[in-house]
């Protein structure tokens, strides 16, 4: 224990979950304190540039469905980094693998022969395993070079993103285009359905869904996942046990890949129906998630909400931009600002602090 005044700090070995769930809302209510500055920086009285978000995004069906739509590939990404980082693997890689599974279920729209009710199934199958190699190469140069996770993961966004622009302005280049860097859009077959009046492809959203419940059970019911949470709270005790460390990040990268490359999938597939820009793709998707997965504190079932609240900020841009006359970036400004205040207060979790009865251990400075 440390006293200083009135004040006194105990550290706490575990963090509750009450200390967790305030800590997280103190940042939130932080970033949203900090960008009240910044509205009033922009000439708009922050209130009023809260009730015009909520209004238009919470307040109709338009603004609820575009929530949706953003938050279907934030979740999707965000329980796969979950996994990645209850493992202690910084996948910062997921925009990537996101772009790998886009770039695989458009290869397999536009150049296989299958029939219309194989298409879809086969896009997603294509995207999954796109998404889980190429998250699989930095777990192979972590386990037998020893290279750094985070900037290989981080580097091979690059690479993909290059490799996507290649293809659109080359060999996939469409022809029916007029000079558009795009492929030729998708057969019919291999379009999403839609919930009907908006861009929402539920079978993706769906799937969102159901991998944060399967990977809860996996992390909680199987000896696969004690492998995993092994491995990340104590890897010399996860080695005394004969867990082997290569098996455990190629697993948790597959699925972790695999898991973003679906998001991939759902984005071609569900909106633009070809494959284009990857800043067209993805408005950072991959990038935020790693704050949807900060924030969801290990849980994937925490992740659903977390990915909730990042498409509601991802729709209050539309809202800036159209409505406020702000540029779209505010949006990372904001993300941004979470993460700050995520990591500013993260101590907190893991002290308690009370006040002392008057002349009880009170003194002028930090003591123990």
Not at 119 to 137: K, Q, R, T, Y
Not at 196 to 223: C, E, F, Y
Request: net charge positive; with cysteine; glycine share 12%.
């Amino acid at each position: 224990m440390r006293r200083l005044g009135p004040l006194a700090f105990e550290r706490r070995l575990t963090p509750s979950r009450p200390a967790v769930l305030g800590v997280s809302l103190l940042a939130i209510l932080a970033a949203l304190g900090t960008m009240s500055i910044i509205f009033a920086a922009y000439g708009v009285p922050p209130l009023r540039a809260y009730a015009v978000i909520i209004k238009g995004t919470l307040g109709t069906r338009f603004g609820l469905m575009e929530v949706l739509r953003r938050t279907i590939p934030l979740l999707l990404c965000g329980v796969g980094l979950v996994l990645a980082f209850r493992s202690k693997f910084w996948n910062i890689g997921a925009e990537g693998q996101l772009l790998a599974g886009a770039v695989a279920a458009a290869g397999v729209a536009l150049f296989t022969d299958l029939p219309p009710p194989l298409l879809l199934p086969a896009m997603f199958g294509a995207g999954f395993l796109a998404g889980a190699i190429w998250g699989m190469v930095p777990a192979l140069l972590k386990v037998r070079l020893g290279v750094n996770d985070v900037i290989s993961t981080l580097m091979l966004n690059y690479v993909m993103i290059y490799i996507v622009e290649w293809l659109i302005h080359g060999p996939w280049k469409g022809p029916t285009m007029r000079g558009f860097a795009y492929t030729d859009t998708f057969p019919r077959a291999a379009w999403l359905p839609l919930i009907p009046r908006s861009m929402v492809h539920w079978p993706t959203l769906a799937v969102g869904v159901g991998a944060a419940i399967l990977v809860a059970l996996l992390l909680s019911r199987t000896r696969l996942g004690y492998e995993l949470r092994v491995s990340g709270e104590s890897p010399d005790a996860a080695h005394y046990a004969g867990i082997s460390f290569l098996k455990v990040s190629l697993v948790v990268m597959f699925l972790s890949g695999g898991l973003a490359g679906l998001a991939g999938v759902g984005e071609v597939a569900g909106i633009h129906h070809k494959l284009l820009p990857p800043i067209q793709i993805s408005l950072g998707y991959g990038y935020t998630a790693i704050i949807v997965a900060w924030l969801a504190r290990g849980s994937p079932l925490a992740a659903v909400v977390t990915a909730l609240l990042f498409g509601f900020i991802f729709a209050a841009g539309d809202e800036m931009k159209v409505t406020l006359q702000m540029p779209f970036q505010v949006v990372g400004v904001f993300s941004g600002l979470i993460l700050f205040f995520l990591i500013g207060v993260e101590l907190l979790m893991y002290w308690r602090v009370r006040f002392l009865p008057k002349g009880e251990g009170w003194t002028g400075k930090a003591g123990s």
